[in-house]
């Protein structure tokens, strides 16, 4: 399996650089469920990923979180960014992360919908801490 290097932290907390950081993500898990393992946080800062079908609980787990995203792969659901907000930085929290919000375009076989989400990077190493998803419209 292939693996995806992580954007340098240099940069993650800024418009182009955490842009890139969630796209890459989004590529990586659409199609193989494994970018979970090298851009999302595997430490005490990471706080969820959330989805309709994964909350509460199951939302922080993160050791479940790359059988999740294989698990989506492999039922042939394909998001990609088509809009992409970087909100600023909380540099007041330590460590301070990058806040952003999204739309993607979700397919399902022939069937497409968008899912408007947010979430919060690491500005020291541009791991992902923070993913929520909406229900798709």
């Not at 954007?7 to 800024?14: E, P």
């Not at 393992?37 to 990471?46: I, M, P, S, T």
């Not at 609980?57 to 698990?71: C, D, E, K, S, V």
């Not at 952003?100 to 791991?127: E, P, Y």
Request: aromatic share 8%.
């Amino acid at each position: 399996m292939a693996t995806t290097t992580p954007i340098a932290a240099n940069g993650a907390c800024s418009p182009t650089g955490s842009r890139r950081i969630v796209e890459q993500f989004v590529r990586g898990y659409s199609s193989r469920g494994g970018s979970a393992d090298v851009l999302v946080a595997n430490d005490e800062r990471f706080r969820w990923f959330s989805a309709p079908d994964r909350i509460q609980a199951a939302a922080g787990n993160r050791t479940t979180l790359g059988t999740y995203l294989g698990a989506r792969a492999r039922a042939g659901i394909r998001d990609a960014i088509v809009v992409f907000h970087y909100n600023g930085t909380s540099s007041s929290a330590s460590p301070p992360y990058g806040n952003f919000d999204f739309v993607l375009q979700r397919s399902i076989g022939a069937t497409g919908t968008s899912v408007i989400g947010k979430g919060a990077l690491a500005c020291s190493d541009g791991k992902i801490i923070v993913w929520s998803e909406g229900r798709p419209s």
